[in-house]
């Protein structure tokens, strides 16, 4: 039997793109807080969302604990690449200390040594820790450095997950919504099957029950429909919510269990019946994300073909962003700001047309700035930036101060 991949934080982007999301090259942290719900401690493993042979490693293995937010444990690098590797990296199967942090909305970082560099891994966790969450890792320095990876992570907790009975929630459910679709990875391999509709993403209001709003499917092969489209939908004593929607020419029931936290991946299920874009019953995880607005920054770095950082292209990138609390008329919310860029070049300036989609910030004219936005809207990862005076493809990952 496969296991189920949540990508639902790094299908947006790629969605509303028609690409795959750009690499990174830092992972951002977080200040430590209250732990989720869930037991955390116990087993991870990280597989890498894309596989080129010339990664040092596909693969991380770690046995975790966290108390008040701080992370403590041990963490194995692997790759199945080293048997036809005549030069393996030094630090393959080598267990080392690993230290970080993790917040109250399941966002994970981890800082951990590998062969003389620094491995970094950012993660936002889903509120099952037995469902794929998504995020990226990287090295910096050592013969075993790369820019950071799209990648994926899962647990196995010591304490076997139970959903927490529903409790009435109090925080604000209208807002931005975003559902991606569960992937099954065959047994050996990486590589995904994909159902014709693979999420949405979209704006939600709820008064006494009822949910209004419009939703984008995110459709793949043969189904082309990527319009925002009215929804209906209910929410229950219980947390129960339902929506429907068209969707090319058929009918999309979404249905989930929110919990407590908004900000925090849920499992769910959603199905099309009828029309072009028909779809079975799929696993799904949906998660209501906050605004882009405050002072973001971090470390970015242009990389090679295979995947290392170049030397002499470390840049800082801070940015003050600034999202509308209304969507347009094509159903993003604009955002402005402005960019100051240090080290390996210099530049400042504003950003002209930046959008806030559902998981994702983007921008297609100079200066240009792309990525998936975590729910909390405390990160930006997965990222990249390039502009008139620093034309490199710089990537790396912001994170709000």
């Not at 209304?326 to 240090?342: E, L, Q, R």
Request: aromatic share 8%; charged share 5%; net charge negative.
């Amino acid at each position: 039997m496969g296991h189920r991949l949540s990508l639902a934080l790094l299908l947006p982007l790629a969605a509303l793109l028609g690409c795959g999301g750009a690499t990174s090259s830092s992972a951002p942290s977080n200040t430590p807080t209250q732990q989720p719900a869930y037991d955390f401690n116990g087993s991870w493993t990280a597989v890498s969302a894309v596989y080129p042979a010339e990664f040092p490693f596909s693969s991380l293995h770690a046995n975790l604990q966290a108390v008040n937010g701080s992370v403590t444990g041990t963490i194995t690098p692997s790759t199945p690449y080293g048997a036809f590797d005549p030069d393996p990296c030094p630090a393959n199967n080598a267990s080392v200390a690993v230290t970080g942090s993790l917040d109250a909305d399941n966002d994970l970082t981890l800082s951990f040594p590998v062969a003389g560099g620094t491995g970094t891994l950012f993660a936002v966790l889903a509120e099952n820790p037995q469902t794929y969450g998504s995020g990226t890792w990287q090295i910096a320095g050592g013969p075993c450095a790369m820019s950071a990876t799209q990648m994926a992570i899962v647990g196995a907790p010591t304490t076997q997950y139970t959903p927490a009975s529903p409790a009435p929630i109090t925080a604000n459910l209208s807002g931005t919504w975003v559902i991606g679709a569960d992937y099954t990875l065959p047994n050996g391999t990486f590589q995904y099957t994909y159902p014709p509709v693979n999420g949405f993403g979209g704006v939600l209001q709820f008064a006494n029950g009822a949910v209004s709003g419009t939703l984008a499917p995110f459709a793949i092969y043969g189904c082309t429909i990527s319009s925002y489209t009215p929804i209906t939908g209910t929410i229950d004593a219980s947390n129960n919510l339902t929506l429907t929607l068209p969707v090319g020419g058929g009918t999309a029931t979404i249905t989930a269990t929110l919990g407590s936290n908004l900000q925090a991946a849920t499992d769910g299920s959603f199905k099309v019946v009828g029309g072009y874009c028909a779809t079975p019953a799929t696993p799904m995880t949906i998660a209501q994300f906050t605004p882009v607005t405050g002072t973001y920054t971090g470390t970015f770095s242009a990389s090679n073909s295979y995947g290392a950082p170049v030397s002499g292209t470390i840049i800082t990138l801070t940015t003050v962003l600034s999202q509308s609390s209304t969507p347009n008329a094509s159903g993003v919310y604009p955002v402005t700001g402005t960019y100051t860029v240090t080290g390996g070049c210099t530049d400042s300036g504003s950003f002209a047309g930046l959008t806030a989609s559902p998981g994702a910030i983007i921008n297609q004219v100079s200066p240009n700035l792309f990525g998936s936005v975590s729910p909390s809207g405390d990160e930006i990862y997965d990222a990249s930036f390039t502009s008139t005076k620093c034309t490199a493809d710089y990537q790396g990952s912001l994170t709000r101060q």
